[in-house]
């Protein structure tokens, strides 16, 4: 499934995410809870400077803001570029809502860069 073919998730499976979002971020939830319901995504990962590198990621998904979601990605196909995260599906789904702010403004399908640095542990 591609990002613009998402429907809005159902309004009761939304409602149990809203408390954790306010502003642009709650608008943005019932594509966001949809897109984290298909349980993967492929995009592309721009390098400055370089060539972009495709990604699969793809997450265990699970109804309620405060379990863990297990994301995994993989870049360009390649078992040595994978790596793992894990943290409380409402964060993962903040995370969601800035793939699909950054797909409306670029076309592309990405995390952001707060994404990458806790995926790499840059901040710990």
């Known amino acids: 499934m591609t990002l613009e073919k998402l429907q809005a998730a159902n309004p009761r499976d939304v409602n149990v995410y809203a408390p954790y979002y306010q502003g642009r971020k709650r608008s943005a939830l019932p594509l966001a809870i949809s897109l984290y319901q298909t349980g993967s995504l492929e995009g592309i990962r721009k390098i400055e400077g370089g060539e972009s590198i495709?990604?699969?990621?793809?997450?265990?998904v699970s109804s309620l803001p405060a379990d863990l979601t297990r994301c995994r990605l993989q870049f360009d196909g390649n078992a040595d570029l994978s790596y793992e995260i894990i943290l409380a599906n409402f964060e993962f789904v903040d995370f969601l809502i800035e793939v699909l702010f950054n797909f409306k403004s670029s076309r592309s399908a990405d995390f952001s860069q707060g994404f990458y640095r806790k995926l790499l542990r840059l901040d710990d």
């Open 54 to 60: 495709p990604f699969v990621a793809s997450w265990s």
